[in-house]
């Protein structure tokens, strides 16, 4: 099964004007760093909003490679100009190029195992310095659910974003356990949690570790209780999907 929505795509581009406009391979730069601007004279005439809505659209729907760029663009609207404006465009540069892109769902002999990704940045945006977690929940090889969103408070190490990405990554993964229960979907109830950063294994495995991150002890609790229960199995190996 696959979701293809080229033809809205194209309207986009002609609706904003971008049909003839060159392609670009990403749809931001990645060191990309803007500041909220402060004086309202300087806020941008241009159609942001819009083009921000018509994004959030796509995203959702059938574009989760734009979902980074959008979600960025978007906690700065309220306050945008021109030149937030000029990087936006860029997106729909990298859509042009990609227009072609739709998702596929294809069933695997994979187990009935979720698997679940986390990560997360750490302070990378200036404006408030709070951390983005992300993650990817995959059911015999197929992505059933995923996210990406700022964390609701500033990590104070790399450690604290990628355990605060690995709670919110846990916690989706025992809401899909629980709606395909409610589906009669056969899943297994141990679930497979990927997490690149060692530390994060280190305090859910043990207490004496979590000294120091008192301010989010309710997250830590709720992970070392699915370890404990054999519900959440930890591990930085990468699986292969065929």
Known sequence: MTVDEKQYVMKILQRFGMADCRS????????????????PKRFTKKPYKE??????YLMVTSRPDICAAVSYFASLQCCATDEHWTHLKRILMYLRATADYHLAFRRSTDSETLSVFADADWGNNPNDRRSVSGYVVKLHGATISWATRKQTSVALSTTEAEFMALCHASCEAMWVVNLSKMLDVSVALSVAVYEDNQPCFAICEEPRKHRRMKHIDIQYFFLRDLIQQSRSNLSTSQPRFK
């Open 24 to 39: 670009s391979a990403i749809p931001m730069d990645p060191h990309l760093k803007l500041l909220k601007c402060e004086d």
């Open 51 to 56: 083009l921000i809505g018509c994004l959030m």
